[in-house]
């Protein structure tokens, strides 16, 4: 995949690099980079230090439907223990009011990998299953690991992808649908076209959609699967639980267990950790470690089996913190945890069966405190866990209540690297560097974005305490109609009007719509709102004419 032309600058100096996509163009940049540090430095002095520390290494955890209440330092009242994810809060900063950009995985993975809202781009609504795709990236735009790529950086992604990729039949013809016809059609002697090798990344060991839910139960290595599935998953062989019940009877490789892939997934990750280091100690690295956990069905690994007092949830949810602990206990292992900005969040809210389940069966709320689950557009559906961690630029213990999105996660990796970002890229996307580093005056971004599953059709706007849903109902799930979800609807006070307004510091709850009594700040935020998506942004253009051009 090509990627726009991006700046590589110092105190001095500015280099422009075209279009690199593999591991040899990002050395030529490695050392050009080094070159230009140097020189800058027997200019201004100390530049090399000052540059070492601007350059961290990144690690960004991405969980999976993991809600805001899974977490103790989250959830008081949680009844599963997290100390490994509490613990990587206290030495670093909780953000309280950060957001996936969409309430389903897809759109969301879109928008952390390129800094844009998924609802602007042709399918940016779906969600993938089976052989779906082609990627949702198109060919042109750059990525957050494209861009750390092109400025030196080591990438690698180990887990779910999600966001689309081209298998082809044997009659060489892509294969864009999900189902279990279309995975039997794969030809598994063919480059995988549009994954992550494509999207910017050195390395990649994964699945193309939810591990354990899909059609195809396989690895992919890079851009093939070295172990194509032999047969018809056999369902009976699984643990049976009310949790249990969300994976396809699909095409299952010899090598693929189904109660393991995240400790798969986890010793990948070390290892890319420990070979990186040692045989290049001196270059950055960006790592993706995108989870299967804690998506249904629930199948933590025997090791992990009757952990907590919750269930196989609750033990599903114990194996990810301890993945967790794992993979920043590593960091310290290999001294390199000093430099290291670590993130770990979620893609969206806590799923409708587990919620129901967890909180019949073990008084326990992924969502809590907020309405909604995943697919909606309350606040249940998309308020998730976010916790930095970097040592040096932000002091540990901190929480903030700043207004975030995933999206931001690129702009704040630009800042990083002093990296002006062009006007196509990163559309919706506001660095958290003020935030980290407690020098925010005021809000970070004017406005907040959020996607419901189904793209342009379920959009909301969040301002300061005020929510604007337009649309009726949760943008995502039925709850007139959802057996687990009858109970917990709530009588809709301002029927006649089209859309929903909430006043999130007195109704946090969501429970009192507002558009009746104030339709002036529901038309403010209404009209902002189309603006934005006619516009194509939310984050100011700095020209009028592309910066790629």
Same mark, same amino acid.
């Given at each position: 995949?090509?990627?726009?032309?991006?700046?590589?600058?110092?105190?001095?100096?500015?280099?422009?690099?075209?279009?690199?996509?593999?591991?040899?163009?990002?050395?030529?940049?490695?050392?050009?980079?080094?070159?230009?540090?140097?020189?800058?430095?027997?200019?201004?002095?100390?530049?090399?230090?000052?540059?070492?520390?601007?350059?961290?290494?990144?690690?960004?955890?991405?969980?999976?439907?993991?809600?805001?209440?899974?977490?103790?330092?989250?959830?008081? /009242?949680?009844?599963?223990?997290?100390?490994?994810?509490?613990?990587?809060?206290?030495?670093?900063?909780?953000?309280?009011?950060?957001?996936?950009?969409?309430?389903?995985?897809?759109?969301?993975?879109?928008?952390?990998?390129?800094?844009?809202?998924?609802? +602007?781009?042709?399918?940016?609504?779906?969600?993938?299953?089976?052989?779906?795709?082609?990627?949702?990236?198109?060919?042109?735009?750059?990525?957050?690991?494209?861009?750390?790529?092109?400025?030196?950086?080591?990438?690698?992604?180990?887990?779910?992808?999600?966001?689309?990729?081209?298998?082809?039949?044997?009659?060489?013809?892509?294969?864009?649908?999900?189902?279990?016809?279309?995975?039997? +059609?794969?030809?598994?002697?063919?480059?995988?076209?549009?994954?992550?090798?494509?999207?910017?990344?050195?390395?990649?060991?994964?699945?193309?959609?939810?591990?354990?839910?899909?059609?195809?139960?396989?690895?992919?290595?890079?851009?093939?699967?070295?172990?194509?599935?032999?047969?018809?998953?056999?369902?009976?062989?699984?643990?049976?639980?009310?949790?249990?019940?969300?994976?396809? +009877?699909?095409?299952?490789?010899?090598?693929?267990?189904?109660?393991?892939?995240?400790?798969?997934?986890?010793?990948?990750?070390?290892?890319?950790?420990?070979?990186?280091?040692?045989?290049?100690?001196?270059?950055?690295?960006?790592?993706?470690?995108?989870?299967?956990?804690?998506?249904?069905?629930?199948?933590?690994?025997?090791?992990?089996?009757?952990?907590?007092?919750?269930?196989?949830?609750?033990?599903?949810?114990?194996?990810?913190?301890?993945?967790?602990?794992?993979?920043?206990?590593?960091?310290?292992?290999?001294?390199?945890?000093?430099?290291?900005?670590?993130?770990?969040?979620?893609?969206?809210?806590? /799923?409708?069966?587990?919620?129901?389940?967890?909180?019949?069966?073990?008084?326990?709320?992924?969502?809590?405190?907020?309405?909604?689950?995943? +697919?909606?557009?309350?606040?249940?559906?998309?308020?998730?866990?976010?916790?930095?961690?970097?040592?040096?630029?932000?002091?540990?213990?901190?929480?903030?209540?700043?207004?975030?999105?995933?999206?931001?996660?690129?702009?704040?990796?630009?800042?990083?690297?002093?990296?002006?970002?062009?006007?196509?890229?990163?559309?919706?996307?506001?660095?958290?560097?003020?935030?980290?580093?407690?020098?925010?005056?005021?809000?970070?971004?004017?406005?907040?974005?959020?996607?419901?599953?189904?793209?342009?059709?379920?959009?909301?706007?969040?301002?300061?305490?005020?929510?604007?849903?337009?649309?009726?109902?949760?943008?995502?799930?039925?709850?007139?109609?959802?057996?687990?979800?009858?109970?917990?609807?709530?009588?809709?006070?301002?029927?006649?009007?089209?859309?929903?307004?909430?006043?999130?510091?007195?109704?946090?709850?969501?429970?009192?719509?507002?558009?009746?009594?104030?339709?002036?700040?529901?038309?403010?935020?209404?009209?902002?709102?189309?603006?934005?998506?006619?516009?194509?942004?939310?984050?100011?253009?700095?020209?009028?004419?592309?910066?790629?051009?």
């Amino acid at each position: 995949m090509a990627h726009p032309t991006i700046p590589v600058s110092t105190d001095a100096f500015v280099i422009r690099v075209g279009n690199p996509v593999r591991r040899t163009h990002a050395k030529m940049v490695w050392w050009a980079r080094i070159a230009l540090t140097i020189v800058a430095g027997c200019i201004h002095g100390s530049v090399a230090a000052a540059d070492e520390a601007s350059r961290p290494n990144i690690l960004v955890i991405l969980a999976d439907d993991l809600g805001y209440g899974d977490i103790g330092c989250y959830n008081p /009242e949680s009844n599963i223990p997290t100390p490994n994810i509490d613990a990587l809060a206290r030495r670093g900063m909780r953000m309280t009011d950060a957001h996936s950009p969409c309430t389903v995985c897809t759109p969301t993975r879109y928008s952390l990998m390129t800094g844009q809202m998924a609802f +602007r781009i042709p399918n940016g609504g779906r969600v993938f299953s089976g052989a779906g795709g082609p990627s949702l990236i198109a060919s042109d735009r750059l990525t957050l690991p494209g861009m750390l790529q092109q400025n030196g950086y080591a990438t690698a992604c180990f887990g779910k992808w999600h966001i689309g990729l081209t298998f082809y039949d044997e009659q060489g013809q892509p294969i864009h649908r999900g189902g279990l016809p279309d995975v039997q +059609r794969i030809d598994y002697s063919r480059r995988i076209d549009g994954g992550p090798i494509d999207c910017g990344f050195d390395q990649f060991f994964g699945t193309a959609c939810c591990p354990t839910t899909d059609w195809l139960y396989a690895f992919i290595d890079g851009d093939r699967i070295p172990t194509p599935p032999t047969g018809l998953l056999d369902r009976s062989t699984l643990p049976k639980h009310p949790y249990a019940n969300d994976n396809r +009877r699909g095409m299952q490789a010899p090598d693929f267990d189904l109660e393991t892939v995240d400790l798969v997934f986890l010793e990948k990750s070390r290892q890319f950790l420990r070979d990186h280091v040692r045989r290049h100690p001196d270059q950055p690295f960006f790592l993706l470690h995108s989870t299967q956990a804690v998506h249904l069905p629930s199948f933590p690994a025997p090791a992990f089996q009757g952990r907590t007092d919750s269930g196989p949830h609750g033990d599903f949810i114990a194996q990810l913190d301890h993945i967790v602990g794992e993979l920043t206990d590593t960091l310290g292992e290999l001294g390199i945890a000093d430099n290291t900005l670590v993130i770990f969040t979620s893609d969206n809210g806590p /799923e409708v069966p587990t919620v129901f389940h967890m909180r019949n069966d073990h008084q326990h709320d992924g969502a809590r405190p907020w309405r909604g689950v995943k +697919r909606d557009n309350w606040e249940g559906g998309h308020r998730v866990p976010f916790i930095a961690t970097w040592p040096g630029s932000i002091r540990p213990g901190t929480t903030s209540d700043a207004l975030i999105s995933l999206c931001d996660v690129f702009a704040t990796a630009a800042e990083t690297l002093d990296i002006d970002l062009p006007d196509d890229a990163a559309e919706d996307s506001y660095s958290l560097i003020p935030v980290f580093r407690e020098r925010l005056s005021g809000p970070l971004r004017p406005y907040l974005l959020q996607q419901g599953f189904g793209g342009t059709r379920w959009l909301a706007i969040r301002q300061g305490k005020w929510k604007y849903l337009d649309h009726k109902g949760s943008g995502g799930n039925n709850y007139e109609k959802h057996r687990q979800l009858k109970s917990y609807a709530l009588p809709d006070n301002a029927p006649d009007t089209p859309g929903q307004l909430y006043d999130l510091e007195a109704d946090p709850g969501e429970t009192f719509n507002l558009v009746e009594r104030h339709p002036d700040i529901a038309a403010r935020l209404r009209d902002q709102l189309h603006e934005s998506v006619q516009s194509g942004r939310s984050r100011p253009a700095k020209t009028t004419t592309s910066s790629l051009q």
